[in-house]
């Protein structure tokens, strides 16, 4: 179990995978999830002793900096940023293999607290208990996060999404 594991490099090793599909579903992109896993994981080990004996849970309170350092970083971004001249060449990115798949593109869209509510219940398997505990919130508003978050997600997803537009035989 993470919270049993006393060496930072262990905690890293046993809990890197998990908090990297976290941090992909987070910021909608593998790249942005390698950077926010690192920051936060640079913070936690400068701070390991406190955070293994005090926390009770070093990885709710990880999944909890993560969230609260996606949600500071999407606040601080969201905002137009004017340059004065347009770039020469445009940087090639990889496509995302979930960039087309509705409930991924559907899933994108939601406010970050949601998406990461979304997140830890249906991917990571969390109880309501443990998504208050790693996000710093009280149940309650786990539950009405989880709520705003599905009627959104159904409001935004039809059912040719969900079948597959080109299932239909025609």
């Known amino acids: 179990m993470p919270g049993e594991l006393v060496d930072f490099g262990d905690f890293v090793q ?4 998990g908090l990297l599909r976290y941090g992909h579903a987070l910021t909608g992109n593998p790249h942005d999830a390698a950077d926010l896993v690192q ?3 640079e913070k936690i080990g400068s701070r390991w002793t406190y955070v293994h004996e005090k926390t009770g849970d070093p990885l709710a309170y990880v999944r909890r900096s993560m969230a609260n350092a996606h949600v500071s970083r999407w606040r601080r971004t969201r905002r ?4 004065a001249d347009l770039p020469d060449t445009s940087p090639h990115v990889p496509d995302d293999p979930f960039e087309h798949e ?22 990571e398997g969390l109880s309501e208990a443990e998504i208050a505990g790693a996000l710093g919130v009280t149940q309650g508003t ?3 996060q989880a709520s705003k978050a599905i009627t959104s ?11 597959g537009e080109g299932s239909d035989a025609g």
């Open 14 to 17: 046993a809990t890197l995978p």
């Open 39 to 41: 920051t936060v994981l």
């Open 80 to 83: 137009e940023n004017l340059v």
């Open 102 to 123: 509705p409930l991924w593109r559907a899933l994108r869209t939601l406010p970050p607290r949601q998406r990461a509510v979304m997140v830890l219940r249906y991917y």
């Open 142 to 144: 786990v539950k009405s």
């Open 153 to 163: 997600l159904r409001s935004k997803l039809t059912v040719a999404d969900i079948q």
